[in-house]
């Protein structure tokens, strides 16, 4: 089965710097990758996903990238603000499929 | 949309006690999964129905866990003589293709944190 591991497992950073978080995926046929934020006491929410037909995809501060050769993507997000403070999760699936695969989590902290 | 919906919020038992959760999709999605979270973990997904049929299961899901979607909307999970290693946060989630959505986009409920004593 597909496994997701996902660096780093914390990451602190000032306001208005840059946040990294990569991920990698071992099934060659997965291809579809969305990222959740999940906050303290409520359930993972969705911010950004994307399909293995693209190699980047871009909402406002939030940019997602995708190597398939290498089967790795990444979340970076710019311009942090303490409100970013959370839980992010990767995960890996097939369009069509059912499953879910996610990564440990990475905990940012934004410090104003 | 309302969002996806969990009842109760927060469920403590007794070893060895039943317990039911409940989830209400978003309206008219087809699809609804259950996932498990423990600390500091990721959700691992338990099932997943389409309609009101139970088209995946789990390893995790053990014999004493039962989930049913009756009418292809809300569903319920059960857990039957519950054990402190059950102790986890029950995420449900909803998909759908119906109006153009996308079948693999989830969106996630808040949640039902299970504590067994």
């Known amino acids: 089965g597909e496994n997701v591991e996902q660096h780093p497992s914390t990451l602190s950073v000032q306001e208005g710097d840059s946040a990294v978080i990569k991920c990698t995926y071992s099934d060659s046929a997965s291809n579809y990758f969305p990222w959740y934020k999940q906050e303290l006491g409520k359930g993972p929410q969705l911010i950004i996903d994307i399909r293995s037909n693209v190699g980047e995809k871009k909402d406002q501060r939030i940019a997602v990238t995708l190597n398939k050769t290498a089967k790795h993507f990444s979340l970076h997000i710019t311009e942090t603000q303490p409100e970013d403070s959370a839980v992010y999760f990767c995960?890996?699936?097939?369009?069509?499929?059912?499953?879910?695969?996610f990564g440990k989590g990475t905990m940012l902290l934004v410090s104003p | 949309d309302t969002g996806v919906s969990q009842d109760p919020r927060h469920k403590i038992t007794k070893r060895g006690q039943n317990v039911t959760f409940r989830c209400d999709p978003i309206s008219e999605h087809n699809r609804l999964y259950w996932y498990r979270q423990t600390l500091g973990q990721g959700p691992e997904f338990l099932t997943y129905?389409?309609?009101?049929?139970?088209?995946?299961k789990s390893r995790l899901l053990s014999d004493r866990f039962s989930a049913e979607r009756p009418k292809g909307s809300f569903s319920t999970l059960e857990i039957q003589r519950t054990e402190q290693g059950d102790s986890a946060m029950y995420l449900c989630a909803s998909s759908s293709v119906i109006g153009g959505g996308a079948d693999y986009e989830q969106y996630f409920g808040p949640g039902t944190r299970l504590t067994v004593t």
């Open positions: 995960a890996a699936s097939q369009v069509g499929y059912s499953t879910l695969t």
């Open positions: 129905f389409q309609n009101e049929a139970q088209l995946e």
